[in-house]
C-alpha cells in the first residue's frame, strides 16, 4: 500500500470512530482500575524508561517553485502540529539565484543560459522525542512533492546567520565612519 494511501485510511471516519471507542474503553478502564489500586511508591516512577529527546531539530525545505515550497511548509506545520511537536520557529531564508550555462556540444559556445532561484523555508522543532522522529520523517517522506527536497538536522549557529539579509546600507556607514577616524568618544 502506498504512503498516500496509508495517510488517508488514518484519516477515514470509519478508523476515527475506532480510534475514539478505543479511548472512551481505556479511560473507563483506567476509572475502574484508579478505585481497587494499591499505592505504588514514587521511585518507581524513576525506574522507568526515559524516552530520550533530541536538541532543536530544524527541517529545512528547498525547492525552485516558490508556491510549491511554502505549500509545502504549510503541510508540514499541520503535520507537526497533528503530532502535538512543539514547533518553536520557522522562518524563510532569502532566496540564492544561480547562473546554469548549457554549452553546445564538443565547444566552449554557450547554447543556453538559465538563472535558477532556490527557496528555502525552515521550521524548528524543540523537544522532538525519538520515538515520534521516525513517524514525522515518514509523513514528510509520503507528502513530499516533485521538485521539492528537505533536510532534518540539529539545529546549528550557522542557520541563525543564514537568515538574516545584510544590512547594505548600514555596512556601507561603518566602513565610511571607520576610514574617517572611527567613532568620536567624550570624556
Request: glycine residues 2%; aromatic residues 8%.
Amino acid at each position: 500500500m502506498s504512503c498516500a494511501k496509508r495517510i488517508q485510511s488514518m484519516f477515514k471516519p470509519f478508523h476515527l470512530r475506532k480510534a475514539c471507542r478505543t479511548l472512551q474503553l481505556l479511560r473507563h478502564n483506567h476509572a475502574r482500575s484508579l478505585c481497587y489500586s494499591i499505592h505504588d511508591p514514587p521511585y518507581l516512577d524513576s525506574l522507568k524508561p526515559k524516552i530520550p529527546q533530541y536538541n532543536p531539530v530544524n527541517i529545512q525545505i528547498k525547492g525552485y517553485d516558490y508556491a510549491l515550497v511554502e505549500s509545502y511548509q504549510k503541510l508540514a506545520n499541520k503535520i507537526a502540529s497533528s503530532l502535538d511537536l512543539n514547533i518553536s520557529d520557522a522562518w524563510a531564508t532569502p532566496a540564492t539565484k544561480a547562473k546554469i550555462q548549457k554549452f553546445k556540444p564538443n565547444g566552449t559556445v554557450i547554447d543556453k543560459e538559465y538563472i535558477l532561484t532556490t527557496y528555502e523555508r525552515n521550521i524548528q522543532i524543540e523537544e522532538l522525542s525519538s520515538t515520534v522522529a521516525p513517524i514525522l520523517i515518514e509523513l514528510l517522506q509520503c507528502a513530499l512533492p516533485q521538485g521539492i527536497s528537505f533536510h532534518l538536522h540539529l539545529h546549528e549557529e550557522e542557520d541563525d546567520v543564514k537568515r538574516y539579509v545584510p544590512d547594505m546600507e548600514l555596512s556601507e556607514l561603518k566602513t565610511q565612519l571607520e576610514e574617517l577616524g572611527g567613532p568620536v568618544k567624550k570624556k
